[in-house]
């Protein structure tokens, strides 16, 4: 600590640029990370109720029933059941 004054408080400036670029760098960290867990959760849940709805149409489906009955029973659009009808039979094609 045998700098000038000057030198000192251009040494003490620069540590506390540093300082506050860290903890600045560190809240972007931490709000991108809450923000990655809430997406995270809202995907699986979104993942986790199509997969459950396609698990019905498969049931309603063995059961004979159309397309338009399984939307209208599972207040889904009947072009959404579709494109799940046809995800299920890509699955049992490639199984």
Do not use: C
Request: aromatic share 4%; no cysteine.
């Amino acid at each position: 600590m045998s700098l000038s004054r000057r030198f000192r408080l251009r040494y003490e400036a620069r540590l506390k640029e540093k300082r506050d670029q860290m903890a600045r760098e560190e809240y972007v960290w931490q709000e991108g990370k809450e923000e990655g867990i809430v997406l995270g959760k809202k995907v699986g849940i979104s993942l986790g109720r199509e997969r459950k709805l396609m698990e019905q149409i498969q049931k309603k489906l063995a059961k004979g029933q159309s397309v338009e009955e399984i939307a209208e029973a599972l207040e889904e659009t009947p072009e959404h059941v579709k494109e799940l009808v046809r995800t299920l039979l890509g699955r049992k094609d490639n199984q």
